[in-house]
């Protein structure tokens, strides 16, 4: 029986849209230690801009490497904001009551984007300086297809064509995914492929490969550096896509600030970070400064792929072919293939190594769920407040259920807020799976780990 409500209180916050931001929040201005720079995957030296300008646009490598504190959102990329931005604050009463807490449950709720997720804060930021700097076509790799589809979707509105490398295990397990990229004139690829050196080469040793974005990654990257018209696009881990999503938390801030609420607790799902990031990120900042010292910021990984709770703290490069930068990151090492778990997102072997240096210097908290546990959160989120959570954010509710769990049993008092990244209506045969009993609970071991990542001990250390 949940209890009675007394009276009637309106469960979302919004904001106005002449309160949207109007700058992106960049944390490598207040970090008390940075993250070490990228190096040359040839040479191991500290890379430049212009080895970066072959695979990324000048605009966001300046942004990549910027330590300014508040960076400008152009007026175009405002413009195309507008069309889902601010995004509202819900009060999760229905939960609360459900779990009898004393905990107040905020979300942040991103899933009303046009292609229902928060990647578009960042697709549409890259588009535009893409289309600017005049790339004609983007590539992309994509896990469960919310990153493809933000870029499809972006790439549209600013007339550019866009070919995305799809993790083939999800390309198997979510195909409207692929029809929602194609509506918007997306070539969609499963990945590994045979239109890349580095694709054939998988399938010739690993025919049934289920793929994995590191491999899609290669793949986006080889398209993008032989054509100079073409540019990759990243959606997660490096620090100019981070910077993007901080809108998020810096919406959230000022939703909470008109109801007299600060969150004692921040929680958001990791695969890459930029999740977790674009809500905590700016929560980070009074932190930082110990206005608000207590604040406690939980990233949730799959314990299929724990990149922060298992993995290990090296350089490591972000794809399987050895293109990218190596990167001061949390890994499994570049050659890790995940299991087929249905959270797609959350299936990448290294973490953001903003959130990978904010995790070892003790600032941000990390657990790890498997299936059955994630699923069985957002059948009971679903059946309070409403919405049917994609599998990724699926974990931060797991984390926002047993936290306020434990401030029952405490008899404590918190405000927990997490992001609802995305809506799960595409991810309807993980649900069936679920209520089937079909579902797979995966955990990585420790001396899987160790396997993954023994050639790391000759990698240069963060």
């Given at each position: 029986m949940r209890k009675k409500r007394v009276g009637l209180q309106s469960n979302r916050i919004y904001l106005s849209e002449r309160d949207i931001p109007k700058r992106w929040y960049n944390i490598l201005h207040d970090m008390p230690k940075k993250p070490k720079p990228p190096l040359n995957p040839k040479t191991a030296e500290p890379i430049s801009i212009d080895e970066l300008a072959v695979i990324f646009a000048k605009g966001l490598i300046e942004q990549e490497l910027s330590e300014k504190q508040w960076i400008d959102i152009p007026e175009e990329v405002l413009k195309v904001y507008l069309l889902w931005r601010p995004t509202p604050v819900v009060r999760a009463r229905f939960l609360e009551e459900a779990l009898e807490t004393p905990a107040r449950i905020y979300y942040k709720y991103e899933g009303v984007s046009p292609s229902g997720s928060h990647k578009p804060n960042t697709a549409v930021a890259q588009a535009y300086y893409n289309k600017i700097e005049g790339v004609e076509q983007l590539t992309t790799e994509t896990g469960a297809g919310q990153w493809g589809s933000a870029?499809?979707?972006?790439?549209?509105?600013?007339?550019?064509?866009?070919?995305?490398?799809?993790?083939?295990?999800?390309?198997?397990?979510?195909?409207y995914r692929k029809v929602l990229m194609q509506m918007w004139g997306a070539d969609v690829v499963p990945s590994p492929s045979k239109e890349t050196q580095v694709g054939r080469k998988i399938l010739e040793s690993t025919p049934d490969s289920p793929g994995s974005l590191g491999i899609a990654i290669s793949e986006a990257i080889e398209v993008a550096i032989s054509d100079d018209k073409t540019k990759y696009s990243l959606g997660s881990v490096l620090n100019h896509v981070l910077l993007h999503q901080t809108i998020i938390g810096l919406e959230a801030k000022k939703q909470l600030d008109k109801v007299e609420e600060y969150p004692t607790i921040v929680i958001g799902c990791v695969g890459g970070g930029s999740n977790f990031a674009g809500l905590a990120f700016p929560f980070l900042l009074d932190k930082f400064y110990e206005k608000r010292k207590s604040l406690r910021l939980i990233a949730v990984e799959p314990a299929a792929c724990p990149t922060l709770t298992k993995g290990i703290y090296s350089y490591d490069y972000?794809?399987?072919?050895?293109?990218?930068?190596?990167?001061?990151?949390?890994?499994?090492?570049?050659?890790?293939?995940?299991?087929?778990?249905?959270?797609?997102g959350l299936r990448y072997h290294g973490m953001s190594p903003i959130i990978s240096k904010l995790y070892a210097d003790g600032f941000v908290e990390a657990r790890a769920y498997t299936q059955n546990e994630i699923f069985d959160a957002a059948m009971k989120f679903f059946?309070?407040?409403?919405?049917?959570?994609?599998?990724?954010?699926?974990?931060?509710?797991?984390?926002?259920?047993?936290?306020?769990?434990?401030?029952?049993?405490?008899?404590?008092?918190?405000?927990?807020?997490?992001?609802?990244?995305?809506?799960?209506?595409?991810?309807?045969?993980?649900?069936?799976?679920?209520?089937?009993?079909?579902?797979?609970?995966?955990?990585?071991?420790?001396?899987?780990?160790?396997e993954l990542t023994r050639k790391l001990s000759s990698y240069p250390k963060p």
């Amino acid at each position: 029986m949940r209890k009675k409500r007394v009276g009637l209180q309106s469960n979302r916050i919004y904001l106005s849209e002449r309160d949207i931001p109007k700058r992106w929040y960049n944390i490598l201005h207040d970090m008390p230690k940075k993250p070490k720079p990228p190096l040359n995957p040839k040479t191991a030296e500290p890379i430049s801009i212009d080895e970066l300008a072959v695979i990324f646009a000048k605009g966001l490598i300046e942004q990549e490497l910027s330590e300014k504190q508040w960076i400008d959102i152009p007026e175009e990329v405002l413009k195309v904001y507008l069309l889902w931005r601010p995004t509202p604050v819900v009060r999760a009463r229905f939960l609360e009551e459900a779990l009898e807490t004393p905990a107040r449950i905020y979300y942040k709720y991103e899933g009303v984007s046009p292609s229902g997720s928060h990647k578009p804060n960042t697709a549409v930021a890259q588009a535009y300086y893409n289309k600017i700097e005049g790339v004609e076509q983007l590539t992309t790799e994509t896990g469960a297809g919310q990153w493809g589809s933000a870029l499809a979707f972006a790439c549209s509105y600013f007339g550019l064509k866009c070919k995305v490398f799809m993790v083939r295990a999800s390309y198997e397990q979510k195909p409207y995914r692929k029809v929602l990229m194609q509506m918007w004139g997306a070539d969609v690829v499963p990945s590994p492929s045979k239109e890349t050196q580095v694709g054939r080469k998988i399938l010739e040793s690993t025919p049934d490969s289920p793929g994995s974005l590191g491999i899609a990654i290669s793949e986006a990257i080889e398209v993008a550096i032989s054509d100079d018209k073409t540019k990759y696009s990243l959606g997660s881990v490096l620090n100019h896509v981070l910077l993007h999503q901080t809108i998020i938390g810096l919406e959230a801030k000022k939703q909470l600030d008109k109801v007299e609420e600060y969150p004692t607790i921040v929680i958001g799902c990791v695969g890459g970070g930029s999740n977790f990031a674009g809500l905590a990120f700016p929560f980070l900042l009074d932190k930082f400064y110990e206005k608000r010292k207590s604040l406690r910021l939980i990233a949730v990984e799959p314990a299929a792929c724990p990149t922060l709770t298992k993995g290990i703290y090296s350089y490591d490069y972000g794809d399987t072919s050895k293109l990218t930068p190596l990167l001061p990151m949390y890994t499994l090492g570049h050659d890790f293939i995940p299991p087929r778990i249905h959270a797609g997102g959350l299936r990448y072997h290294g973490m953001s190594p903003i959130i990978s240096k904010l995790y070892a210097d003790g600032f941000v908290e990390a657990r790890a769920y498997t299936q059955n546990e994630i699923f069985d959160a957002a059948m009971k989120f679903f059946q309070t407040e409403g919405i049917v959570p994609a599998p990724e954010s699926a974990h931060a509710i797991r984390a926002v259920i047993d936290e306020a769990i434990r401030a029952r049993k405490e008899k404590k008092e918190e405000v927990i807020l997490f992001n609802l990244s995305g809506h799960g209506f595409f991810d309807m045969s993980a649900y069936n799976d679920y209520i089937l009993g079909v579902l797979e609970d995966v955990v990585l071991t420790d001396e899987d780990v160790n396997e993954l990542t023994r050639k790391l001990s000759s990698y240069p250390k963060p």
